[in-house]
C-alpha cells in the first residue's frame, strides 16, 4: 500500500523531472536554428508546463492547478500551432536558418550564465515563502523567463521572436503556479486569450510583411520607407506630353 508520505514524495520527484525538462526545452530553443524546431520545442515545453500543473495540482490538491493545466494543454501545444499554420506561410518553417545576432556557442554559454543568475534572484523570494511553497519551478520558471528573453533578444526573425515571447510566458506561469497554487482559472483564462489573440495578430503581420517584401527579417523593416505624396495631383504626366 502507498503511503501518503511516499505519494507525496513521487509526485515531487516527477515534478522536478518536468522542471529538468523545461529547462532543457528553454536551452534548446536558444539553439535551434530552424523556425519549425522552435515551435516543436514551444509545444513540448507548454506540455511540460501542464504536466508540472497536474502533479502539483495532485499533490498539494489544488483543483485550481489542474484547470490551469487544462488551459495551457488545449491553449498552447494545440490552438497556438494551428494558428501560426493558417496565419504563416509553409515557406517561413521551411527555412533552415535563423538569423540571430550571436552564434549558437555564445548565446549557450550565456544562457548558462542566466540560469546562475536566476537561482541568486529566486533565493530571496525562496527564503520568504514556507517551506511547502519551495519548489524547483519558481528558478527553473525563472530561467525559462530569461531564457525567452534573451531568445527575444538575439533573434531577428519574427516568429522565433514571437516564441521567445511565449517561452517567457511559459516560464512566469511555471514559477507563478507554485507560489500562487490557488490563483482563480480567469486569470489563466484571461491570459490565455491575450496570448491567442497575440498570436493571431503575430501571424497575419508577418505574413503581409512577406508578401510585401518577400522576408519575415526583423531588419529588413529599416528599409521600408514610405513613397513621397506626387506634387502633380497623381499625374505622370510629361512636360512634353503637355
Known amino acids: 500500500m502507498v503511503t501518503p508520505i511516499a505519494l507525496s514524495n513521487a509526485l ?23 523556425a519549425r524546431g522552435c515551435l516543436q520545442l514551444f509545444i513540448a515545453q507548454s506540455l511540460l508546463l501542464a504536466a508540472s500543473a497536474f502533479l502539483l495540482g495532485a499533490e498539494h490538491h489544488t483543483p485550481h492547478l ?11 501545444p494545440i490552438i497556438i500551432p494551428w494558428i501560426l499554420r493558417l496565419t504563416l506561410s509553409n515557406e517561413v518553417y521551411a527555412r533552415r536558418e535563423i538569423d540571430q545576432v550571436l552564434n549558437v556557442p555564445t548565446s549557450l554559454t550565456i544562457a548558462l550564465l542566466l540560469v546562475v543568475l536566476s537561482y541568486f534572484i529566486t533565493l530571496p523570494i525562496l527564503g520568504a515563502v514556507t517551506p511547502g511553497f519551495r519548489s524547483a519551478n519558481v528558478p527553473i520558471g525563472v530561467a525559462g523567463l530569461l531564457l525567452g528573453a534573451y531568445t527575444l533578444a538575439v533573434r531577428r526573425e519574427a516568429v522565433p521572436m514571437l516564441i521567445g515571447i511565449l517561452s517567457m510566458e511559459n516560464g512566469a506561469f511555471l514559477a507563478g503556479i507554485a507560489l500562487a497554487r490557488d490563483l482563480p482559472l480567469i486569470v489563466e483564462l484571461a491570459a490565455a486569450s491575450d496570448g491567442l489573440v497575440l498570436v493571431f495578430v503575430t501571424g497575419v503581420l508577418v505574413r503581409a510583411i512577406q508578401r510585401r517584401i518577400g522576408s519575415t527579417r526583423v531588419g529588413e523593416l529599416a528599409t521600408l520607407r514610405e513613397e513621397p505624396p506626387s506634387h502633380d495631383g497623381g499625374r505622370n504626366e510629361s512636360p512634353e506630353a503637355a
Open 12 to 34: 515531487d520527484s516527477l515534478n522536478a523531472l518536468a522542471d529538468g525538462l523545461f529547462l532543457l526545452s528553454a536551452f534548446a530553443i536558444v539553439a535551434t536554428r530552424q
Open 66 to 76: 489542474f484547470g490551469v493545466g487544462l488551459v495551457n494543454l488545449i491553449t498552447k
